[in-house]
């Protein structure tokens, strides 16, 4: 018998060491991942000093939740950008569900704050639907 174990270990995504990476993002593809980058930016200016500390994602692969912090969604975001793919994370220990909100709430909230702002304005237009970007 061998000191090496010869059992395959996880798989940890594919080996793009052959040469077979991922094609990559389309213009409309990275537009929109970049306006992901932008919105993201908004959302933790926003929802980090409230004490939400991420977003949680429905993964599609496990059937799962998953709490992931700020830093690691605008890190994935940018990696998708550059590999055309984002790699597999080890997810928060232990995470805390009430410390991470949906995209959809983060935006919604976005929402909420500008169109607050606008209406506080003393001189802005009245113009309603406006997006966290706009």
Not at 60 to 87: F, I
Not at 88 to 116: K, L, T
């Amino acid at each position: 018998m061998s000191t090496w174990d010869e059992t395959p270990g996880p798989d940890f995504g594919p080996d793009y060491e052959s040469g077979d990476r991922p094609p990559p993002l389309s213009i409309d593809e990275r537009a929109g991942v970049l306006d992901d980058l932008a919105e993201l930016e908004v959302f933790r200016t926003l929802l980090e000093p409230t004490g939400v500390k991420g977003i949680v994602v429905d993964c599609p692969d496990c059937d799962e939740e998953h709490h992931v912090d700020w830093a690691l969604m605008q890190a994935n975001l940018r990696q998708l950008l550059d590999e055309g793919q984002t790699g597999r994370h080890e997810p928060p220990f232990d995470p805390d569900p009430d410390d991470y909100v949906s995209w959809d709430y983060a935006s919604g909230y976005a929402d909420g704050v500008s169109a607050a702002a606008e209406r506080d304005e003393p001189s802005g237009p009245a113009s309603s639907g406006r997006h966290a970007l706009d």
